[in-house]
């Protein structure tokens, strides 16, 4: 009985950190999700622009096309 006694709060103490490394983790995933969606939606605003940017320049050197 004296060990349960000692382990038992040593078992809580691990399941706390582990629930909140699982939270911080979280957020960070979150964070890294949204970095994501944002960097992707610059991306496909930047290939719209060069593909513009490309016709663009077909129209001024007949020598691209």
Avoid: C, N, W, Y
């Avoid at 582990?18 to 957020?27: F, K, S, W, Y």
């Avoid at 610059?42 to 016709?55: H, I, K, V």
């Amino acid at each position: 009985m004296t060990d349960e006694a000692i382990t038992q709060p040593t078992i809580q103490t691990l399941l706390e950190r582990m629930d909140q490394m699982e939270e911080r983790l979280t957020v960070r995933l979150d964070r890294i999700d949204s970095m994501v969606h944002t960097t992707r939606g610059e991306m496909l605003a930047m290939r719209a622009d060069f593909s513009e940017l490309r016709g663009q320049l077909k129209e001024l050197i007949p020598a691209l096309k």
